[in-house]
Each structure stands twice: as C-alpha cells, then as structure tokens.
C-alpha cells in the first residue's frame, strides 16, 4: 500500500501529510494532528458526532477516506472559538444547558453551523430537519433545538460570522 | 475502532479510465463516491476489496438537466441532496423529492450520491420504489460501450443488480411527465433516522377523471422494488373513486412477498402496504382535485 503526501487545508491553516490510503479523515484529524474535539461513536456514519464541513458541506469523517479529500476546506470544531471568545452556537449552546455529556457537541454544532450558514433565520420544524443526523444519546433534543434557535438569533443580530 | 484494511486506492480522471480499471480489477475493485454505503461495509469487513476506485474526480457526472415536459437526467455523481433542492425535481417529479426528503440525516444526503443508492440494491430504498414509479432508466457503461436500462430490469435480488464487473451506472434518465400526472410517496418507519419497512410510490397520469397510465412501486416488502402491476390494471381505464382504490389497495397487497426481520413481521408489512397504497392514492386523487 502506498503512502502519500497530501496537502488539506484545515482549520484555514495548510498542512502537508503522509496519508495512508486506507485513514480515514476522522483517524487523520485525531490521531496524526490531535485535532481530538471531532468524536468517533458508531464509526459507521449513523450518529452524527463526527460531522465536521468540507467545502462548507456537512461531512461523516468517520465514513470519508483521508486520500479523497486532498485539497479541500475542512472546517472542524477547533475552527471555532477565536481570540476574542467563543462562537455563538457555542455561547448559545451553553447558554441554554445544550450540552449534557458533551460528546454529540461537536458534531451538533458543526451541522449546526452548515444549516445555519444555508438557512440563517430557521423554523424550529427546519432546526429538526437539520439535525436528523446527529444523535444525542442523553436525549437532549429539546434545550439544543432552543440552543440553535437562540444562536440563529445572535448571529442575526451581529450579522452573522 | 476497528481501522480499514489495507487497499490500494485509485482516483480515474474519466469514465472510460474508471471502466479500464474496474474491467482489469474485475471482482477486486469497488466504486467509491459518497462512500455512505461502502465505509461501514469496510470498516465492518462485509467486503475486501483489493482496490477503491474514487470517482468523485471525474468531471461533468454532477448535474440535473432538464424538466418533465422534456425529461430529466442527473448524473452518477448528483447528491441526494442536490436532488432534494432541485426546484424542477420539487416541482416535476414531486415523487422523488418527497422519497430524498425523508432521508433525516443531512451529511448522508450532503456525501450520498443518488445512483450510489440506487446501486447497493437495497430493496428499501426509497429513492428507487419512486424511481420505478417514475419508469426510471439508467445508463450503464462498459469497456464495450454503453447500453440504457429501465431500472424494473435493474434489480435482480436483495443487494443484488444485473450489473457485472466492470460496469459502471453514469446516468438516471427520467422521462417527460405527461399533462394530469400526480403521485404519492408513502412509508413507514419505525424510528425516523430507520431505513423503510414499507414504502410506496404511485404516479398516475389522469385525463377527464380517468387513469390513463397508473404506475405503483413498492420497496421493502420483497426481494427487489416491484411494480404491483395487477393493481395498476386495476385503475387504468378507470375513474379513481373509493371502490377502485379499496380494490387496488388489496391487490397490491397480494402482489407483496415480504419477510419477518427485526423491524416488522411479515403479516404486518403484507397489510401496511395495501393501507400505504390506499393512502397513496387518496393523496394522488387529493392533488390531481387540487
């Protein structure tokens, strides 16, 4: 099997590295570059925990090979928080008790951050929708749904970001 | 986590370069695009292929072109997704949409290609029950050359597709609607983020109240989609009023040879089909008033 060198783009930052074919993007972020906020639960593309965006689409890392995505724009949740402070889904997370155990967080609001960047101003049935495919397995559903509809809101007001 | 195997992995720049490969490859190759489907399968070692052949480089395979007056085609590459936004899909061929719709997870239909469904041949596939309905065809490249199939002759089995090694799906081709046609698409899940234990589509053209060419698929409650073509002779030539939909729905019924599993007995997918049927006509006969 052959090894490459692979240029991504993560994070906004350039990175150039020997990838195995068979690594997928999930293994990539967490193991070679400790990019760790990303989760892996099912592995098998049913839960949702490790969405981040590639090319600003909402993508299983867990179930996309490293290899395939070379060149792209990945965004994960260490993109998020600045200098200046959290982001507002993740300000609006807290705020509203959105996180029980934390582990579907990153994934949510990764997808969060697709459907808002689509659908700035959504419905709560939209909200739903969006997040069909991440689960939360404390079944938190109803405080993230406040959450995302609260952030919708704050990043209406700022302009969005 | 269990890490893939080892494989060696390919991306073709064209359609010809992909089917030179998977023609030498033979059984030792596999087609990757969304990947929604194949991952899992080789995280959980379903399948070993000695070769991943990427095609989500090739260009030009990612569109929808076309409308219902004149037929519609999209391409191997076309997401779910794309299809599920298409306005002309919404509006034409209404069907489809509502089967991509349902589908709850946003990065499925964002990474899964609709022709990758298509080709896992699940007979649960709700993109393919309407597909059928819709009289789909598909295109099939070789290194022979290329030949057009209706997907009713596409399926041969669970998971199973007449396609041999070497072949390649580049194109679904929709035919033109014809004027007075309405349709419905109906499942039943047992959770929402659930595959379907029944599902139908029904599309209909008609003319001065009468059923001039009825069409009913059904998935997941047999060995491939099927056409419940006793029901369907049923209507044509008929008005749609409650009797023929009662008939129909019963038919249709008959025409299932579903299996016990997990989801649901046998007995009850039988019976939910004939009442997913009706409701599927009454909505057709609801939009065809409107």
């Known amino acids: 099997m052959k090894k490459e060198i692979a240029k991504f783009t993560i994070n906004d930052r350039p990175y150039e590295l020997?990838?195995?074919?068979?690594?997928?993007?999930?293994?990539?972020?967490?193991?070679?570059?400790?990019?760790?906020?990303?989760?892996?639960?099912?592995?098998?593309?049913?839960?949702?925990?490790?969405?981040?965006?590639?090319?600003?689409?909402?993508?299983?890392?867990c179930s996309t090979l490293a290899i395939a995505v070379r060149e792209k724009d990945i965004l994960t949740i260490e993109s998020l928080a600045t200098r200046e402070g959290l982001h507002p889904i993740q300000q609006a997370f807290i705020d509203h008790g959105a996180i029980q155990c934390g582990f579907c967080t990153p994934g949510?609001?990764?997808?969060?951050?697709?459907?808002?960047?689509?659908?700035?101003?959504?419905?709560?049935?939209?909200?739903?929708?969006?997040?069909?495919?991440?689960?939360?397995r404390c079944t938190g559903y109803v405080k993230i749904v406040d959450g995302i509809l609260a952030a919708a809101e704050s990043m209406g007001k700022e302009g969005g970001r | 986590m269990q890490s893939l195997?080892?494989?060696?992995?390919?991306?073709?720049?064209?359609?010809?370069e992909a089917v030179s490969l998977?023609?030498?490859?033979?059984?030792?190759?596999?087609?990757?695009?969304?990947?929604?489907?194949?991952?899992?399968?080789?995280?959980?070692?379903?399948?070993?292929p000695a070769f991943i052949l990427n095609i989500k480089k090739i260009q030009g395979l990612d569109y929808i072109d076309g409308n219902g007056g004149d037929g519609l085609r999209f391409g191997a590459l076309t997401t779910i997704r794309s299809i599920e936004l298409s306005p002309v899909i919404r509006k034409d061929y209404s069907i489809l949409y509502e089967a991509a719709h349902q589908l709850p997870s946003h990065q499925v239909k964002s990474m899964g290609t609709m022709v990758g469904n298509l080709c896992v041949g699940t007979p649960a596939s709700d993109m393919a029950t309407s597909l059928l309905a819709l009289d789909a065809e598909l295109k099939i490249v070789n290194t022979s050359g290329e030949k057009i199939l209706p997907i009713e002759d596409f399926y041969i089995g669970v998971g199973q597709t007449v396609?041999?090694?070497?072949?390649?799906?580049?194109?679904v081709i929709l035919p033109s609607v014809m004027p007075g046609t309405r349709g419905s698409y109906q499942h039943l899940v047992r959770t929402r983020a659930d595959i379907s234990k029944v599902c139908v589509a029904v599309w209909i053209t008609i003319t001065d109240g009468i059923c001039k060419?009825?069409?009913?698929a059904l998935g997941a409650v047999a060995p491939t989609v099927f056409r419940a073509k006793k029901a369907e002779a049923?209507?044509?030539?008929?008005?749609?009023?409650?009797?023929?939909?009662?008939?129909?729905s019963q038919a249709a019924s008959q025409e299932?040879?579903?299996?016990?599993?997990?989801?649901?007995?046998?007995?009850?997918?039988?019976?939910?089909?004939?009442?997913?049927?009706k409701r599927a006509l009454n909505k057709t006969l609801e939009r065809a008033k409107a």
């Open chain 2, 213 to 216: 060419q009825a069409r009913i």
């Open chain 1, 108 to 136: 949510m609001i990764m997808m969060t951050k697709a459907l808002l960047d689509e659908n700035p101003d959504p419905t709560e049935q939209e909200v739903k929708e969006g997040i069909g495919g991440n689960l939360c």
């Open chain 2, 163 to 171: 396609l041999e090694p070497g072949d390649m799906v580049t194109e």
């Open chain 1, 18 to 61: 020997l990838v195995e074919s068979n690594v997928t993007l999930a293994e990539l972020l967490r193991e070679q570059l400790d990019l760790t906020g990303t989760k892996c639960a099912c592995g098998v593309g049913e839960c949702g925990s490790c969405t981040v965006l590639i090319d600003g689409k909402p993508t299983l890392s």
């Open chain 2, 256 to 277: 299932t040879k579903p299996i016990t599993d997990l989801r649901s007995t046998a007995e009850y997918r039988k019976e939910a089909a004939g009442i997913l049927v």
């Open chain 2, 22 to 48: 998977l023609s030498d490859y033979a059984d030792k190759g596999k087609l990757l695009a969304g990947g929604v489907d194949i991952m899992p399968r080789l995280r959980h070692r379903k399948i070993k």
């Open chain 2, 5 to 16: 195997k080892p494989f060696e992995y390919v991306e073709p720049a064209t359609i010809e």
């Open chain 2, 234 to 248: 049923l209507l044509n030539g008929r008005e749609l009023d409650q009797d023929v939909i009662e008939a129909a």
